[in-house]
C-alpha cells in the first residue's frame, strides 16, 4: 500500500485543489491546474524534438477491466490533451492496447459488453485455464461479443471513456506489431541486445548475460511465455524455446518444450522496453502513469530512450493511487468498480471533476458517502457562474463536451435520495415541484438533469448507501 498521504475525496466544502502555486509581484499565491503544467512541457518536448503535432498517450494491458484507479492513465491524459488544445496547439491523444501481453491468471468476475458483471462459473474457468500464457489479442471471447479476449475488455475500456466524453485513438499492440508498425523499433532493440542488458542491468537483478530481448509466440502450444534464444539479423528470426515462465514474480506458467523461429512479427519486447519502444514510434510528448511505474520502470525507461533508442522521454505526470471504502481496489475484494459502476450513480461532469484532484494525493473513494462529491462539484460549478474562483474558471470548462450557456438546475443529491425513498422518480420530481424546489415551468433541459439525478440517487441507495441515508 502506497505510503503518501490519504486525504477523503470528499469534503463538507469546497477547497482549491492547488497542484502548484508561485508568488505574483503581489506576493499573492497563483492557482496552476496540474494539467497545465505539463501541457507547456509536453509542447517544449514537442518544440525541441520538431514535432509539429504534440502527442499524449496512455496504455494499459487487457487483463480485465480498468477499474477507477487504474483510470487516472486515460483521463488525466485527457486533461493534459485538452490543456494542450486549448493553447492553440495541435495534439492527439492515444490509447495502447496491450493485447499481446499474457494472460496470467483469470479474474474471479468481469465486465461483459455493457459493462455489467458477470462471475465466472467453474465450467467457464476450466476452459480459461488453457490460455494462461496466451497473448490476450488470440484469446477467445468469453461472453463473444467480439472477437478476442483483449478486443472484449479495450472495448469496455473504451466505452466507458466514451460515456464520460472521452475517446481516444486507439492502437492495439497486437495489429503494430503484425503490420510492421513496430518493427524498425523490435530491430534496432535486437541489434543493440548487448547494451539493453547493460543498460537494464543498472535497475534489475539477475540480467542474463545470453537474455535476448523478445517473446516469441510458440507456433506448438500458443503461449507467449517463450525464451529466445538466438536472433539472425540476416532473415531477422528469432529462435526460441517454450519453456515457461515466471510472470509478475508470482504466476507461473508452464511451456510444452518446443523450439522453433519466430519473426519479429510473430511476439513482441519485454514490456520496459515495449514501453518505450512506443514512445518513439508514436512520437510521445507526454504520458501519465502511476507512482509504481515511477519508481521502477519510468526510471529504466529515460536511459533506455536516450541510450537506445536515441530519443527524449517524454514528459510524466506520476500519480498516487485510489482507495475505495480505505482498500485498495482488486477484482479479488470484489471492489474493483469501473466507470459503468460510477455512471450509475454519478453525472459524467461530477466523474471528470473526481480526475481533476491533485494527482499526488492518495484518496479514499468512499461510496457510502457519494453525496459528498456530488455536493462540492455542485459549489465548484456555482463558483464558476457567479466568477469567485480562478480555480473554477480553469477546471469548470474542461469538464464538459458542450459548455452549459448557464448554471445547469442541480437538486441536493441527498435531497434527491430522500425523495426516492417516498416516491417513484417522475413523482418525487413532481413532489420537488410541490416544495418550491424546483418551478413548475424548468426548462425541458433542467427538468432531465433533475430526473437523472433522481435516478442516480435511488441506484447509489440501492448499491453504495448504508443505512444512515434511509429515512
Given at each position: 500500500?502506497?505510503?503518501?498521504?490519504?486525504?477523503?475525496?470528499?469534503?463538507?466544502?469546497?477547497?482549491?485543489?492547488?497542484?502548484?502555486?508561485?508568488?505574483?509581484?503581489?506576493?499573492?499565491?497563483?492557482?496552476?491546474?496540474?494539467?497545465?503544467?505539463?501541457?507547456?512541457?509536453?509542447?517544449?518536448?514537442?518544440?525541441?524534438?520538431?514535432?509539429?503535432?504534440?502527442?499524449?498517450?496512455?496504455?494499459?494491458?487487457?487483463?480485465?477491466?480498468?477499474?477507477?484507479?487504474?483510470?487516472?492513465?486515460?483521463?488525466?491524459?485527457?486533461?493534459?490533451?485538452?490543456?494542450?488544445?486549448?493553447?492553440?496547439?495541435?495534439?492527439?491523444?492515444?490509447?495502447?492496447?496491450?493485447?499481446?501481453?499474457?494472460?496470467?491468471?483469470?479474474?474471479?468476475?468481469?465486465?461483459?459488453?455493457?459493462?455489467?458483471?458477470?462471475?465466472?462459473?467453474?465450467?467457464?474457468?476450466?476452459?480459461?485455464?488453457?490460455?494462461?500464457?496466451?497473448?490476450?489479442?488470440?484469446?477467445?471471447?468469453?461472453?463473444?461479443?467480439?472477437?478476442?479476449?483483449?478486443?472484449?475488455?479495450?472495448?469496455?475500456?473504451?466505452?466507458?471513456?466514451?460515456?464520460?466524453?472521452?475517446?481516444?485513438?486507439?492502437?492495439?499492440?497486437?495489429?503494430?506489431?503484425?503490420?510492421?508498425?513496430?518493427?524498425?523499433?523490435?530491430?534496432?532493440?535486437?541489434?543493440?541486445?548487448?547494451?539493453?542488458?547493460?543498460?537494464?542491468?543498472?535497475?534489475?537483478?539477475?540480467?542474463?548475460?545470453?537474455?535476448?530481448?523478445?517473446?516469441?509466440?510458440?507456433?506448438?502450444?500458443?503461449?507467449?511465455?517463450?525464451?529466445?534464444?538466438?536472433?539472425?539479423?540476416?532473415?531477422?528470426?528469432?529462435?526460441?524455446?517454450?519453456?515457461?515462465?515466471?510472470?509478475?514474480?508470482?504466476?507461473?506458467?508452464?511451456?510444452?518444450?518446443?523450439?522453433?523461429?519466430?519473426?519479429?512479427?510473430?511476439?513482441?519486447?519485454?514490456?520496459?522496453?515495449?514501453?518505450?519502444?512506443?514512445?518513439?514510434?508514436?512520437?510521445?510528448?507526454?504520458?501519465?502513469?502511476?507512482?509504481?511505474?515511477?519508481?521502477?520502470?519510468?526510471?529504466?525507461?529515460?536511459?533506455?530512450?536516450?541510450?537506445?533508442?536515441?530519443?527524449?522521454?517524454?514528459?510524466?505526470?506520476?500519480?498516487?493511487?485510489?482507495?475505495?471504502?480505505?482498500?485498495?481496489?482488486?477484482?479479488?475484494?470484489?471492489?474493483?468498480?469501473?466507470?459503468?459502476?460510477?455512471?450509475?450513480?454519478l453525472e459524467p461532469e461530477v466523474i471528470r471533476y473526481l480526475y481533476t484532484k491533485r494527482p499526488?494525493?492518495?484518496?479514499?473513494?468512499?461510496?457510502?458517502?457519494?453525496?459528498?462529491?456530488?455536493?462540492?462539484?455542485?459549489?465548484?460549478?456555482?463558483?464558476?457562474?457567479?466568477?469567485?474562483?480562478?480555480?473554477?474558471?480553469?477546471?469548470?470548462?474542461?469538464?464538459?463536451?458542450?459548455?452549459?450557456?448557464?448554471?445547469?438546475?442541480?437538486?441536493?443529491?441527498?435531497?434527491?435520495?430522500?425523495?426516492?425513498?417516498?416516491?417513484?422518480?417522475?413523482?418525487?420530481?413532481?413532489?420537488?415541484?410541490?416544495?418550491?424546489?424546483?418551478?413548475?415551468?424548468?426548462?425541458?433541459?433542467?427538468r432531465e438533469r433533475v430526473l437523472r439525478r433522481l435516478r442516480l440517487a435511488k441506484n447509489w441507495?440501492s448499491t453504495f448507501a448504508d443505512a444512515s441515508k434511509y429515512v
Amino acid at each position: 500500500m502506497a505510503t503518501g498521504p490519504v486525504k477523503n475525496l470528499f469534503t463538507h466544502s469546497f477547497k482549491p485543489n492547488l497542484f502548484q502555486v508561485s508568488g505574483n509581484s503581489k506576493g499573492k499565491d497563483r492557482f496552476v491546474f496540474w494539467a497545465d503544467a505539463v501541457a507547456e512541457s509536453a509542447i517544449e518536448h514537442a518544440k525541441r524534438n520538431g514535432m509539429t503535432v504534440v502527442t499524449i498517450k496512455s496504455g494499459g494491458s487487457p487483463s480485465g477491466p480498468k477499474h477507477l484507479g487504474n483510470m487516472n492513465d486515460q483521463i488525466r491524459a485527457f486533461f493534459i490533451y485538452d490543456a494542450v488544445k486549448r493553447r492553440g496547439v495541435s495534439a492527439r491523444l492515444i490509447y495502447t492496447n496491450d493485447d499481446m501481453d499474457p494472460l496470467r491468471t483469470i479474474p474471479p468476475s468481469v465486465p461483459n459488453g455493457d459493462g455489467k458483471r458477470h462471475s465466472f462459473t467453474e465450467r467457464e474457468l476450466s476452459t480459461l485455464e488453457k490460455y494462461l500464457g496466451w497473448p490476450y489479442s488470440r484469446i477467445p471471447d468469453v461472453f463473444g461479443c467480439h472477437g478476442s479476449w483483449g478486443e472484449h475488455f479495450n472495448s469496455v475500456i473504451q466505452d466507458g471513456l466514451s460515456r464520460i466524453g472521452i475517446v481516444m485513438e486507439n492502437y492495439d499492440n497486437s495489429e503494430s506489431y503484425a503490420s510492421g508498425r513496430f518493427l524498425d523499433a523490435t530491430r534496432l532493440t535486437l541489434s543493440k541486445t548487448a547494451l539493453v542488458r547493460e543498460v537494464l542491468s543498472r535497475f534489475q537483478r539477475n540480467i542474463e548475460k545470453n537474455w535476448i530481448p523478445f517473446h516469441p509466440v510458440c507456433s506448438n502450444c500458443g503461449k507467449i511465455t517463450t525464451t529466445a534464444l538466438s536472433f539472425d539479423p540476416g532473415s531477422e528470426t528469432v529462435e526460441y524455446e517454450c519453456k515457461g515462465r515466471v510472470l509478475a514474480g508470482k504466476y507461473v506458467i508452464k511451456g510444452c518444450g518446443h523450439r522453433g523461429f519466430s519473426t519479429l512479427r510473430e511476439g513482441k519486447l519485454p514490456w520496459r522496453l515495449e514501453w518505450v519502444a512506443q514512445w518513439m514510434v508514436f512520437q510521445v510528448n507526454a504520458e501519465p502513469f502511476g507512482k509504481d511505474h515511477y519508481e521502477g520502470s519510468w526510471k529504466s525507461g529515460q536511459a533506455l530512450a536516450r541510450e537506445i533508442y536515441g530519443i527524449e522521454p517524454p514528459a510524466s505526470l506520476v500519480y498516487e493511487f485510489f482507495l475505495v471504502n480505505g482498500e485498495k481496489m482488486s477484482s479479488r475484494r470484489g471492489n474493483a468498480y469501473i466507470l459503468h459502476d460510477l455512471l450509475k450513480v454519478l453525472e459524467p461532469e461530477v466523474i471528470r471533476y473526481l480526475y481533476t484532484k491533485r494527482p499526488m494525493m492518495q484518496r479514499n473513494i468512499d461510496l457510502k458517502n457519494l453525496h459528498l462529491l456530488v455536493e462540492e462539484f455542485d459549489r465548484f460549478e456555482e463558483s464558476f457562474f457567479k466568477g469567485t474562483s480562478e480555480e473554477a474558471a480553469r477546471i469548470y470548462p474542461a469538464l464538459f463536451t458542450t459548455l452549459p450557456s448557464k448554471k445547469p438546475l442541480r437538486v441536493s443529491y441527498l435531497l434527491a435520495s430522500y425523495a426516492v425513498q417516498f416516491y417513484p422518480v417522475e413523482e418525487a420530481y413532481r413532489s420537488l415541484i410541490r416544495a418550491g424546489v424546483v418551478k413548475e415551468d424548468a426548462c425541458e433541459e433542467d427538468r432531465e438533469r433533475v430526473l437523472r439525478r433522481l435516478r442516480l440517487a435511488k441506484n447509489w441507495l440501492s448499491t453504495f448507501a448504508d443505512a444512515s441515508k434511509y429515512v
